[in-house]
């Protein structure tokens, strides 16, 4: 029996997992997005990858897929879900690749009982007028698990590299606590790592970053001094023009995916009864721009 791949969301990340497929010659991929969209343009270093393709904006009849990779943002899962039940079968796995913790729990309290195999993934990848910019390779990192096989061969002929991890959790705590705090630092003080000249901005940083790794430690992230030592360090020594996504998109007037980022911490701080005053004034203060 093939194999059927079907994809959810063609935006930046969609796009990236979808080429890779298609350079490898995979027959067997279907892709879904809410709007229609006739091509796939990546731009990566110096290659340009262009396809035209059908990306379907309805379930194709009583076909069934053996995996569903969903690339969206965190806030969009819910509705797409709901419009795109027809994709899940009984043996349909889903592949959830996003930013954030709670993969399987947000997908378990939409009613979905497959099995789901969370994923983050390195990969920046910026939207321009008629492309997508793809800045790095992608690392795309799953638990090891009775799964971590099966993706890893379906990615292996690919650029895409796959790790495999005993410490899932800790890993996507590590990221998020790191990402959010960084992140909400520029935005707040709107710039990047030369912001860190003020001490005002790295105060800010820091209660941020160690609030957040405390609220993570209480949902069993695990996250250690020698970690922390790192991060401070890694931090120190970033060029000044040192960005991220959630400056870009707030400098861009976009959505922040803060379900994904500060809300997240937020939220697990809420149903552990932890403190997290930092990430509540900063979410209230993006909220109330
Ligand atoms: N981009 C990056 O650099 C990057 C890096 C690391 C991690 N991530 C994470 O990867 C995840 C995906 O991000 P992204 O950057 O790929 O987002 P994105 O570019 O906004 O793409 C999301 C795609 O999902 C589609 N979509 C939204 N709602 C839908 C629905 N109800 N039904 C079908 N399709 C729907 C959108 O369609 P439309 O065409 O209609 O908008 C869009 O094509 C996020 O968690 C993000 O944080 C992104």
């Known amino acids: ?26 027959q067997d991929i279907d892709l879904f997005n809410r709007s229609p ?77 497959n099995e789901i195999i969370p994923a983050i993934i390195d990969c920046p990848t ?15 990192t799953i638990p090891k698990d009775k799964n971590h096989d099966l993706i890893r061969s379906i990615f292996k002929p690919t650029k895409i590299k796959l790790v495999a991890t005993n410490n899932f959790h800790h890993d996507i705590w590590l990221k998020l606590c790191f990402s959010a705090s960084l992140g909400a630092t520029q935005c707040f003080y709107n710039g990047p790592c030369i912001i860190f000249n003020s001490d005002e901005a790295a105060l800010y940083f820091f209660e941020l970053l160690m609030e957040s790794i405390a609220v ?37 007037g976009r959505p922040i995916e803060l379900g994904a980022k500060n809300g ?13 005053k930092r990430n509540q004034e900063f979410v209230d203060w993006l909220k109330g721009r």
């Open 1 to 26: 029996m093939k194999y059927k791949i079907a994809i959810l969301g063609i935006g930046a990340i969609g796009s990236v997992i979808s080429k890779e497929l298609l350079i490898a010659n995979r």
């Open 37 to 113: 969209k006739s091509i796939i343009k990546v731009i990566h270093q110096n290659d340009t990858f262009e396809k035209s393709i059908d990306i379907l904006d309805i379930p194709i009849k009583d076909k069934k897929y053996n995996l569903l990779i969903l690339c969206l943002k965190e806030h969009q899962i819910p509705t797409a879900i709901s419009q795109w039940q027809k994709l899940i079968s009984d043996e349909t796995k889903i592949l959830v690749i996003r930013n954030g913790v709670n993969h399987r729990l947000q997908l378990e309290e939409l009613g979905i009982t």
């Open 126 to 140: 910026q939207s321009t007028s008629n492309a997508y910019l793809q800045l790095s390779n992608a690392i795309i």
């Open 216 to 252: 993570a430690n209480a949902d069993n992230g695990k996250i250690s001094k020698t970690e922390i030592q790192h991060i401070l360090h890694q931090v120190e020594h970033y060029p000044s023009e040192k960005g991220s996504s959630m400056l870009t998109d707030f400098r861009a």
């Open 264 to 276: 997240a911490i937020l939220a697990t701080a809420k149903k552990l009864n932890r403190p997290a």
